[in-house]
């Protein structure tokens, strides 16, 4: 324990949100964790025994927002090298892939992320031809925004012998299946560990400035690669920061292999281990076909596949999980999970906590099995407010009637399914409390979730999806992981206007969030700690 570690400090002055008092206004932090929480007079009596008293001011104090699903590198790539997320036109994206060529004269692979051709006027991604000619005939990898696809240019086709023979390979479209994880391999390869280390510590320090205090990294062989995962849980381990708690998503078909993922330091193999794809890049697996596409997408996984993971994972004690969009996918997982429980017992695979990955395209019958399996949902509810809605992406791709039923938070959290939320940067930005609004305010009315609800999935929930119920919560014993925030009058927002009235009432014990009305200023982070040390200051604060 490091001497900041040691330090007792005792916050006052300003709101803290704590089920253990919820008129709290002071906290102390003793060794790394909450060693109490209640009123301004009360911590009269703890101001001459501390080592330090920091003066809210006024401010808010929160536990410390956890991201669920983060890949960690390609966000710090995303925030140093070519973002084309704010591209408005194909035109415009092209424009930004030559400024960003120009600029960097020495990369082996120029490397870009974001592009969203269906926000575009032109309605169609980048041509090779095209990427040829912005690059000056270099080596680029220009992954869609979901990642599911890319298209990239002749000099990184080069790089990969046979890959015009792979699944997925088409001359004249965005790369899928195969040939993705090739070229994207190709790409990866030529990040320098500097490179990657530098981009590692961008991506934290960015979470960090937004009050995460841990972020869950999903990788496995088909997003990066081993000595990747191994350098961030290292880095992170090393140096002042979030929390990286570290998904390996590769099948396990015994102990060895189970053995193998201990070793890569991974809480799981979980994560993004592929049933199918994603609805964007027309591969997530459906049941009956796309709107606009006359195919049903990619299957990866059957329902053996999905119960011998399962079976296994739950016998050697580690967490299984699943990338699972469509709901054909979806199926699939349930029928797998469930076999997996006649295996090995269901109370088992409950205790296991084994967790799916988007789950969008959920039915009441998953909804129920997931409940009754124990699954946790681990969402990102940006999705919704990016792509969903009559006229988004979802419609387009699934027609309006299929597309209002995804990402049904409110019947999750009606069954019983514990909910985990999360960004999936960089497809989504790392956002907490635009998630958390995102899922109050979802683009489908019965969807919508509390608020209050909503904090407790980017909070407490992504704590208890690693196993853990005693953090993401401001009470004595807790891990002291907490944020301070310049924030509006504390309200309590509900769906429905009779709870939000019996909840603003005291007598409720409630204790207020900030206003995420949409078009409302999000709270500003001001410090956040990670075990009572300090990892981000807000600067001339």
Request: proline letters at 6%; aromatic letters at 6%.
């Amino acid at each position: 324990m490091t001497e900041s570690e040691h330090r007792t400090v005792l916050l006052r002055g300003g709101d803290v949100h704590s089920p253990a008092d919820p008129f709290a206004t002071a906290m102390v932090v003793e060794r790394g964790h909450v060693a109490w929480v209640g009123s301004e007079g009360a911590a009269d009596a703890f101001a001459a025994g501390v080592d330090e008293v920091i003066d809210l001011e006024g401010a808010l104090v929160t536990p410390a927002f956890t991201d669920a699903h983060v890949h960690t590198t390609a966000t710090g790539l995303a925030l140093t090298g070519l973002d084309l997320s704010g591209a408005a036109t194909l035109a415009e994206a092209l424009e930004r892939v030559r400024a960003h060529s120009a600029a960097r004269p020495a990369d082996r692979v120029l490397l870009g992320h974001g592009w969203d051709a269906a926000r575009w006027p032109e309605q169609r991604p980048p041509s090779r031809a095209e990427l040829d000619e912005a690059t000056g005939g270099r080596p680029l990898y220009l992954p869609r925004v979901d990642v599911h696809s890319a298209v990239v240019t002749t000099a990184l086709l080069d790089l990969v012998p046979g890959v015009t023979a792979l699944t997925g390979y088409r001359p004249d479209a965005p790369l899928t299946a195969a040939a993705h994880h090739a070229v994207r391999a190709a790409a990866h390869a030529a990040v320098t560990p500097a490179q990657r280390a530098d981009a590692q510590r961008a991506a934290l320090r960015r979470a960090a400035s937004l009050g995460i205090g841990t972020v869950h990294e999903c990788a496995g062989p088909e997003i990066s690669d081993e000595d990747d995962f191994t350098a961030l849980l290292a880095l992170a381990a090393g140096e002042p920061g979030p929390r990286v708690v570290g998904y390996w998503a590769e099948a396990v078909s015994g102990e060895k292999d189970a053995r193998r993922v201990r070793e890569l330091g991974a809480a799981g193999a979980a994560g993004d281990l592929f049933v199918d794809g994603s609805l964007g890049s027309h591969t997530a697996c459906l049941h009956e076909p796309y709107a606009d596409a006359p195919h049903t997408g990619t299957a990866h996984l059957d329902a053996a596949a999905v119960a011998a993971h399962v079976a296994a994972c739950t016998e050697a004690g580690l967490q299984a999980g699943f990338h699972a969009i469509g709901d054909a996918a979806l199926s699939t997982v349930v029928a797998g999970v469930r076999a997996a429980a006649e295996t090995v017992g269901t109370a088992r695979v409950r205790a296991a906590r084994h967790r799916v990955e988007h789950a969008e395209m959920l039915t009441p019958e998953t909804v129920a099995a997931f409940a009754e399996l124990g699954l946790t949902a681990s969402v990102q509810p940006a999705f919704d407010a990016a792509w969903g809605g009559e006229d988004g992406m979802y419609a387009r791709r699934l027609g309006a009637e299929r597309a209002r039923t995804l990402n049904p938070y409110a019947a999750l959290l009606r069954a019983g399914v514990p909910l985990a939320f999360g960004s999936d940067s960089p497809v989504t930005p790392l956002d907490p409390w635009g998630t958390v609004r995102a899922a109050a305010f979802h683009r489908t009315p019965e969807h919508r979730i509390s608020v209050r609800a909503g904090f407790t999935a980017h909070t407490r929930g992504g704590w208890r999806a690693t196993g853990r119920d005693d953090a993401g919560v401001l009470v004595p014993g807790a891990p002291a992981d907490y944020a301070v925030w310049r924030a509006g009058d504390l309200v309590v927002q509900a769906p429905d206007d009779r709870v939000a009235r019996w909840s603003t009432d005291p007598r409720s014990g409630t204790p207020g969030l900030p206003d995420l009305t949409p078009g409302s200023d999000l709270p500003v982070c001001l410090r956040t700690v990670v075990s009572g040390r300090t990892v981000f200051v807000r600067p001339n604060e």
